[in-house]
């Protein structure tokens, strides 16, 4: 694998969001988008998941190396 770019932002929740998360429509929501792709550039992951406002906790974490350090 040789990049993951990963989106966290704010919503509303649409109708049938909210009836899976179970609260009303229009509430807080928060959308993580997710892709990954390998050193020849083709899509290996890509994921949408949606989350409730009020329960959510997001950790990030990265291993740092020589490479890393080297395109920052």
Do not use: K
Request: net charge negative; hydrophobic share 45%.
């Amino acid at each position: 694998l040789a990049r993951t770019t990963a989106v966290l932002e704010s919503i509303v929740l649409d109708d049938a969001s909210s009836v899976q998360l179970g609260v009303r429509a229009g509430s807080a929501g928060t959308l993580l988008t997710r892709s990954t792709v390998d050193s020849a550039g083709r899509g290996v992951e890509y994921a949408r998941d949606v989350y409730r406002a009020d329960r959510a906790a997001f950790e990030v974490s990265e291993v740092l190396d020589a490479h890393n350090m080297s395109t920052v």
